[in-house]
């Protein structure tokens, strides 16, 4: 008996692919949203990181010419009122709005400082949204897919009892398959989830960094022009 149950067990897939053309309507309906899921986390996670490389690379460029002693004017002219850089864009806001608080004489417009500032603010907002979009993307996943998986592990293993019943048999050959099918299911949850979670955390870590770095430049670049302001 024995021996006829583990020949019966040997001759069931039990590969991905098995599983899934055995599974039920619901369970290959619940695998299917995992995998999407699974693509759609990492296809986030590929874009982000890719933004987050060049916009890092793109403040440190700017940061060398703004620091390099070149007149603000001069930098502005190479720069221009639509640049591509967060950081040249939150620059090229602060020195619009220093441009346009000028009277045709040369004389300051009263609360040009407060409204550079907003100005830059602006400007910062701007860039924390775009680099922002997408996270919570990730934040669903991660929370959402394990009890997805969960879902399709109860209808797998119902299902694998129902089977049980109306066989009237316990034995592994009968038991096997509804479970392997649940427990994948579970893994897929799993395989969406962890990634998801990990890179949401570096990724909010990294973005945060960034608009540090923004919040940075624009109180130093603030201060150099209530120099000139000042003088």
Known sequence: MEAETLAMAHEIDFSFFGLFARATIVVKLVMIMLIVA??????VIVIKLILYRKT??????????????????????????????????????GMMEWQRSHHDDGGLIAGATQRI?????????KESEHLRDGLTVLATIGSSTPFIGLFGTVIGIMNAFIEIAEQQNTNLAVVAPGI?????????????????????????????????GYESFADEFATILSRQLDS
């Open 117 to 125: 500032d907003r100005s830059m603010d602006v400007a910062i907002n």
């Open 56 to 93: 890092r690379h793109e403040a440190a460029v700017f940061d060398r010419a703004f620091w390099s002693g070149e007149p603000l004017d001069g930098l502005f002219e190479e720069v221009g009122p639509a640049p591509s850089g967060g950081t040249e864009k939150i620059f090229a806001a």
């Open 180 to 212: 392997a099918e649940a427990l994948l299911a579970t893994g897929l949850g799993l395989f969406a989830a962890i990634p998801a979670v990990i890179y949401y955390n570096k990724l909010s870590a990294d973005a945060d960094r960034i608009l540090a």
């Open 38 to 43: 699974s693509f759609w986390a990492w296809s």
